[in-house]
């Protein structure tokens, strides 16, 4: 049997190997959420800028529930292979940068070790956009989100984001030491503040004398995160080692393409990050806003429509003519809702996110995208309607992508086999639109708190949506599709 990847000895030539000797750097991040999004994005940047600039930076990955990442990393002293994946053909990379891997529910020493070490100076987070427990209306902490509610009745043995960041924080400063950057890496706009703002409201429920001092002293950089990395399956594994010879249980795919872009606030210092290409800035909002409204927009439109027209993969959907002239057409519209951005080019932009999405060496599935969709839609989708509106734009893209999401909360599978809905919210959201309507899916989406009130109350918005979701529900969507594009 092939021999499990353990050390960087004896790999093929052309893998490229960590730049630096991992024993030299300690750990100075805790990264929260493990998942694959990190082990691609995040941690090639560490392994950058360890190779370049060095310093105590290596990390320690940590996922709150799940205990398969420390499972598959650990026999691998942290090692994995990346795999980068375009028209230029597949690359393999050992990435060295992660110095452990624990899970919260199963070793909470070696997690809350890692969280109060002095040598660690930035928090790192990719939870995905479900995972922090945020009340939008607010701004705060959901109380029913399930790891909120345990938090907020056990503080002082935390489950889920908020409760344990807060908790770190309060030993922080209880023991002298300075609390770490928290640097949210999620596809939340304004990421930095929306996750203060949650902290801060966890405190001032759990641990009213926190509050001060985390809306205070600790800094909350935002950041625009991008990389297209699907979900790891077994033919990712068995690439691994074909490329590398190394047996992976925690190998990933991506894109060649990856970009980042960072507040430029690290008063614990930071790695250098731009070895691997970051860009540090002032003002990250348009650049968030730009990749929120146009990439995962389009991805989210893509999604539900392409999957309810039966194709699996994105490259499918880019394959389909109409859903190409659709996704072209959402590209275009959200690029109309921003004010010019000195040095970026939003057409290039646009025609530099199909060609990724036309990627045909990456198999990312339309299901894994139309999740979480209650959690995605108001900043890829709804955010854009005001100021479209405002702008006297056309809204019939937003409106098509709307009625596509409300169409796969139906479940209504006239036209294809079942599916389950996959959503925190999905309980609810079936409640509202299965089984229903046009007219009543739509009353009950606008009642709720999903959609922003001045979203709501745009009666023009929602006349444009009904006819379509209507068209959705009763007619097979390709012929949908194919009207829409005519
Ligand atoms: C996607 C994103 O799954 C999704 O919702 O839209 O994960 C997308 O692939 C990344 O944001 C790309 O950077």
Not at 119 to 129: D, G, L
Not at 185 to 199: F, S
Not at 233 to 251: I, K, M, V
Not at 299 to 312: D, N, Q
Request: with cysteine.
């Amino acid at each position: 049997m092939t021999e499990r990847l353990k050390t960087t000895d004896g790999l093929p030539n052309d893998v490229r190997v960590p730049g630096y000797r991992r024993d030299d750097h300690g750990a100075g991040i805790v990264h929260i959420g493990l998942g694959a999004f990190h082990r691609a994005h995040q941690a090639a940047y560490t392994d950058d800028a360890l190779a370049a600039a060095g310093g105590d930076w290596r990390i320690t990955g940590v996922s709150l529930r799940s205990d398969a990442p420390a499972q598959e990393l650990g026999p691998q002293n942290g090692l994995y292979t990346l795999i980068e994946r375009d028209a230029s053909g597949s690359r393999a990379r050992v990435i060295g940068a992660l110095a452990a891997a624990h899970c919260l529910r199963t070793d909470r020493d070696a997690v809350t070790a890692a969280l109060l070490s002095d040598a660690t100076r930035i928090v790192t987070i990719t939870v995905t956009e479900k995972g922090y427990g945020l009340d939008r209306a607010s701004g705060g902490v959901d109380p029913a989100h399930p790891a909120i509610a345990h938090d907020l009745d056990k503080p002082s043995r935390p489950q889920g984001l908020a409760g344990l960041l807060v908790w770190a924080l309060g030993q922080r400063r209880r023991l002298g030491r300075k609390p770490f950057t928290v640097l949210c890496c999620d596809n939340l706009p304004e990421n930095g503040k929306v996750l203060r703002g949650l902290l801060v409201d966890f405190a001032r429920r759990a641990v009213p004398d926190l509050a001060d001092h985390i809306a205070e002293d600790v800094a909350f950089p935002s950041t625009m995160v991008d990389r297209i990395t699907p979900a790891a399956t077994q033919s990712t594994r068995d690439l691994a080692e074909d490329l590398t010879g190394r047996r992976d249980a925690a190998a990933i795919e991506t894109e060649g393409f990856h970009q980042w872009v960072i507040e430029d606030h690290f008063p614990t210092g930071r790695p250098g990050w731009e070895a691997g290409g970051a860009i540090f800035t002032t003002d990250v909002r348009p650049y968030e806003e730009m990749k929120l409204r146009m990439l995962n927009g389009a991805h989210s439109m893509l999604a539900y429509a392409g999957f309810a027209a039966g194709h699996r993969y994105v490259r499918d959907v880019m394959a389909d003519p109409a859903l190409s002239r659709l996704v072209t057409r959402h590209l275009r519209a959200a690029s109309a809702t921003f004010t010019p951005l000195e040095g970026v080019d939003f057409a290039a932009y646009a025609d530099q996110l199909a060609e990724r999405f036309r990627n045909p060496h990456l198999a990312h599935e339309t299901f894994q995208i139309a999740m979480d969709g209650s959690e995605k839609m108001p900043q890829r989708v709804f955010s854009a309607i005001p100021d479209a509106r405002a702008g006297g734009g056309d809204l019939r893209a937003f409106a098509f992508a709307t009625a596509a999401w409300l169409r796969h909360l139906s479940q209504s599978t006239h036209d294809c086999a079942p599916y389950e809905l996959r959503d925190p919210r999905a309980g609810d959201l079936s409640d509202m639109a299965q089984g229903k309507p046009a007219s009543a899916i739509i009353a009950a989406i606008r009642a709720s708190a999903l959609v922003s009130r001045q979203v709501a109350r745009d009666d023009g918005f929602w006349d444009e949506v009904n006819p379509i979701l209507h068209d959705m529900l009763t007619r097979p969507m390709t012929d949908v599709i194919g009207a829409e594009a005519a």
